[in-house]
């Protein structure tokens, strides 16, 4: 069977010595989504696969984490339970001009919801320990080490330490939230303990202007909390299309964040209120809780890399080729710890991409093109392809621009002033939609049909020639029929530092 | 109601085009979303080469600058609903000098009674999708228990505050619709059209001479007539009670039906639904009308399946009783028909002047929408062609470019087929139920038989916002792939944001991709739309030889998606 799986993969090691014995075909460093994956596909093909992982914890530390990962334990799925239930806030004050009439005193039971996030949690804890075992994947509990280019060493709780040789040795330890540098930082927690707080903070702020950032500071505010973001650029959201970036800007502050652009934290004091926050600008703020949304750092340290000559770059992410590789033929990585595009679904497409290549004899490369991605801020905030600045950037030729803003009919009697914006970006001679973006409720979902769109090469014309579905917002997608501006193509457009 | 199908909607193209001076205000702005996507369609329309000898001299004579005019418009609409307002506009627009009448406004409809904005507006799509959001607050309170929320007492609904705001809605709406003729420099008169001979118009007692007469008065919902018809309301009623229903009866199996049956539901009503056939959605996929009629059922919504009412019966504390082929049931404050429209043509002087009608009572018209009287023209649910706003929309541009471009134009129909109007087409199609429905391209069965050798991919899962609140609620999604070519043929989807959901996929269907193309396309995660781009294994292989290959093998589907 090795041998077989040997000379399927066109890229296994040409120069090793067939005769050799591991006791795996593949050991995965960490089952997270891009491990698991890589994992059960590598087992599919007839690999004989190995995983270790480290004990389950909602807060991840060098010696905790949990089958599943950061996006089952400690993102998107708990992320998105929290912002479903921070949506109703919104819903209720909609629901009197609809008629129903709520009870002025309306509980929320911050510790119902997270008992029922941590229950949920542990079951899809479950389910993804089920998914390995099906797939006839060893499952052992421990902090991987990787000792040799065919030597992993796993730490068992009770300080025992298991070594088993492998062909083929994948990294897939993800990345963990870092605190900024800042006195007092200590006082500040991260996204880990925010989706695991006691206690509904009343006053809480966010530092960061980032994904994570406003989706906390949309799921705290949902819930009644009152919201201070601080952000360093004019307006939250770097990299997104500038113009989707004011939309959000403006809905959060429109349901009551208060936004402090061009802000940071100089010192954070604990004081009897609370937490002080002291700003750059010397603004105080007390808050309950301190969020520093201001970014993760790949999980190496502890991997013992360098001994065995993986090459890392400066932020400690896994240098890799397009295949997943890194220098040392034999080790591998994917997910957010080679921090390319850090997206669950991309993990998912690398370590399938992974399995593909060494062991299904296909070998295939993953495609970042068109990758869609969302923010779960509320309202929402979709998006796939070019950005206008991008698609500017790449000054392939001008470009068309399409936008559409309206009030969604849901608001006309509800008085709710929120603008659902769409947007494409054509490119205006081929005609192929090279970006499309969305802010207003349902953009996520709305966004995945597009995107298969997208990624397909669509024209205009096409997205034109499709009836739409009536009534949706999703109809103004096919429906934008005049061109909002024509953007001539690169060169003399300033850069600007939003 | 067929028209609602399609809201009217402003889109920033429509009143562009319009010489409009009046500051837009902001309310008018705020409309964005609720008018017509299609006006655009008719603008692109291809332009038509006249081949029929007799539309081409009626066109030309239309046309014709020669003769200065002895009338006192150039068009006269009678009905300002959709169909009607687009054609004055853009006749208007096009230099003709225009009159519209229209009824006084009022939410239901009579011999008397109308408002500018016609049905869509003021007795469709709109106030539906008003009291369908209403509705859906129920659930969403019952969802919200399971994510900590509490309230002092259940959430009690108001019937008179939610039947009053959308009215002043409506109004605005009407409102809006009345700016946009008048600042299209159209002459608006309130009041009943009657048509008198080819070229003239009588509005209670006045009388208005028009080179063109163009009839668009729509469509009214039909009751059919058994005994105790009398005791049942229609839709426009139904969108209209000054109470609420305790318990309602609802006849008909086809998408109103149903999407009235969610609304009272969601407002509390114990709902009934009666239907002739064995399933809801006649011309649906056959696992979507098992699924949504399944998923109602656990919303407390009773279907009475094969069960055809014949009479109503009025017992003496008031309440009305349903007797069927199959027996009776009792106990219904209100018994409402969704078995279908008629055209409004009784009393307009048709007859007289020789237009011809169908026995229906809908105008006969060419394929230019004219009529047996060659100044006299239709469009719209009155000529019970294809009854969608859109529909309407079209003829409207249409017949406007027809008369006064000198451009003879035929509607082209082949743009708003529904699935089960037109066979092969990718026009996708939503029904507001609750949960809703999506669908775009083939249903299984049409598939089968137009292809023969198919797979279908399915899934069946509980959505994560299920697993917290504790609610039954699933979501059924279904790709049918040719399996020769890999194509996708059809896509559909019974869940939460099915219709928002499905538009995206309808570009990739109309585009002719694959499934291949959609496993290559990333999932945005966590979302329930994903699921439509990793679904891996067939569900079942259909092949006409040789026989069928079963094939069952639903994943153990982790939230995530791993």
Known sequence: MARKMLNDGELSQPNQEEQTHFDFDLFVIGAGSGGVRAARFSANFGAKVGICELPFHPISSEVIGGVGGTCVIRGCVPKKILVYGASFGGELEDARSYGWEVHEKIDFDWKKLLQKKTDEILRLNGIYKRLLSNAGVKLYEGEGKIVGPNEVEVTQLDGTKLSYSAKHILIATGSRAQR??????????????????????????????????????????????????????????????????????????????????????????????????????????????????????????????????????????????????????????????????????????????????????????????????????????????????????????????????????????????????????????????????????????????????????????????????????????????????RVAAASSNPKTNL | MATSVTTPKLTTTFYKRLPITVPLSSHFLSLQNTLTPFSHNCCSLLYFQCQRRHVAARAKSDNGAELPSHYDFDLFTVGAGSGGVRASRFAANFGASVAICELPFSTISSETTGGVGGTCVLRGCVPKKLLVYASKFSHEFDESNGFGWKYGTEPQHDWSTLIANKNAELQRLTGIYKNILINAG????????????????????????????????????????????????????????????????????????????????????????????????????????DFVAERMSLRGIEFHTEESPQAILKSTDGSLSVKTNKGTVDGFSHVMFATGRRPNTKNLGLEKVGVKMTKNGAIEVDEYSGTAVPSIWAVGDVTDRINLTPVALMEGGALAKTLFQAEPTKPDYRLFPLPFLLENSAVPSAVFSQPPIGQVGLSEEQAIQEYGDIDVFTANFRPLKATLSGLPDRIFMKLVLCAKTNKVLGLHMCGEDAPEIVQGFAVAVKAGLTKADFDATVGVHPTAAEEFVTLRTPTRKIRKSPPSEGMTGPEVKAAAGV
């Open chain 2, 186 to 289: 159209i002459t608006l008169i309130e009041g009943r059209g009657k048509i008198v001979d080819p070229h003239t118009v009588d509005v209670d007692g006045k009388l208005y001479s028009a080179r063109h007469i163009l009839i668009s008065v729509g469509g009214r919902p039909f009751i059919p007539d058994i005994p105790g018809s009398e005791y049942a309301i229609d839709s426009d009623a139904a969108l209209d009670l000054p109470s609420k229903p305790e318990k309602i009866a609802i006849v008909g199996g086809g998408y109103i039906a149903l999407e009235f049956a969610g609304i009272f539901s969601g407002l509390t009503s114990e709902v009934h639904v009666f239907i002739r056939q064995k399933k809801v959605l006649r011309g649906f996929d056959e696992d979507i009308r």
């Open chain 1, 180 to 485: 900024a540098p800042i006195p007092g930082q200590e006082l500040a927690i991260t996204s880990d303990e925010a989706l695991s707080l006691e206690e509904l903070p009343k006053r809480a702020v966010v530092l960061g202007g980032g994904y994570i950032a406003v989706e906390f500071a949309s799921i705290w505010r949902g819930m009644g909390s009152t919201v201070d973001l601080l952000f360093r650029k004019e307006l939250p959201l770097r990299g997104f299309d500038d113009e989707m970036r004011a939309v959000v800007a403006r809905n959060l502050e429109g349901r009551g964040i208060n936004l402090h652009p061009r802000t940071t934290i100089k010192e954070l004091i604990k004081s009897e209120e609370g937490v002080k926050v002291i700003t750059d600008h010397g603004e105080e703020i007390v808050a309950d809780v301190v969020l520093f949304a201001t970014g993760r750092a790949p999980n190496t340290k502890r991997l013992n890399l360098k001994a065995v000559g993986v090459e890392v770059d400066q932020t400690g992410a896994v240098k890799v080729d397009e295949n997943s590789r890194t220098n040392v033929p034999s080790i591998w990585a994917v997910g957010d710890v080679t921090n390319r595009m850090n997206l669950t679904p991309v993990a998912l497409m690398e370590g399938m991409c992974f399995a593909k290549t060494v062991f299904g004899g296909q070998p295939c490369k993953p495609d970042y093109r068109d990758v869609p991605c969302a923010v779960f801020c509320i309202p929402p905030l979709s998006v796939v392809g070019l950005s206008e600045e991008q698609a500017i950037e790449q000054g392939k030729g001008d470009i068309l621009v399409f936008t559409s803003s309206f009030n969604p009919m849901r608001n006309t009697i509800s008085g709710r002033q929120e603008k659902t914006v769409m947007k494409l970006v054509v490119d205006a001679e081929t005609e192929k939609v090279l970006g499309a973006s969305m802010c207003g409720p349902e953009a996520p979902e709305i966004m995945q049909g597009i995107a298969v769109a997208l990624k397909c090469g669509a024209t205009k014309a096409q997205f034109d020639s499709t009836v739409g579905i009536h009534p949706s917002s999703a109809e103004e997608f096919v429906t934008m029929r005049s061109v909002t501006r």
